[in-house]
């Protein structure tokens, strides 16, 4: 079976690249005008910009080298951890999903909606490289945490709390 490397480096870096390409060779191509399409692109726009900060904020906290589960040196179920196993990949999802959007492309956005079975391969094979790396640990956190979408009322707690925290 492929390992997550190969398939993380397929699907976020080529699958953002041709989302990207293909976008912007296709820009104006879904069927709204007007109001709607402003609309439409600027939902995109706030889309893109939110998850390209939360990602980018999300892999600052890797060490340099994340390949393997080894090479993090603890196993995150922390911050945006405790709300889905995998938020970095969710903000990606969200990053090729919105590029279309902002750019009104159909073709683009077909193409981003269709990267999601990779992306759900790709969480597959990361689960079975964690969990055979920490066991029992990652098995408990599975049982706890959704894998990529986190649960509202989670969400909604988890904010109370960090509001209440920081005050």
Do not use: N
């Not at 969200?94 to 159909?106: D, E, N, R, T």
């Not at 909606?113 to 990361?126: G, H, K, Q």
């Not at 066991?135 to 988890?158: Q, S």
């Amino acid at each position: 079976m492929a390992s997550s490397v190969r398939v993380r480096r397929l699907v976020a870096g080529l699958g953002t690249a041709l989302v990207i390409a293909l976008s912007f060779s296709t820009t104006g191509t879904l069927p709204v005008s007007g109001l709607p399409g402003l609309i439409i692109s600027a939902i995109g726009s706030v889309t893109l910009y939110v998850s390209v900060a939360l990602g980018a904020a999300i892999h600052r906290s890797y060490p340099d080298r994340h390949d393997e589960p080894r090479d993090t040196g603890r196993l995150f179920t922390e911050g945006p951890y405790e709300l889905c196993r995998h938020p970095f990949y969710l903000f990606m999802i969200l990053v090729q999903l919105s590029i279309p959007l902002v750019l009104v492309s159909a073709p683009g956005l077909v193409l981003a909606a269709s990267l999601l079975p990779a992306w759900l391969l790709l969480v597959r094979i990361e689960e079975r490289e964690l969990l055979e790396y920490w066991g029992e640990a990652y098995r408990e956190y599975m049982r706890r945490t959704p894998a990529l979408i986190p649960d509202i009322r989670r969400l909604i707690g988890w904010s109370k709390v960090k509001k209440h925290a920081s005050l």
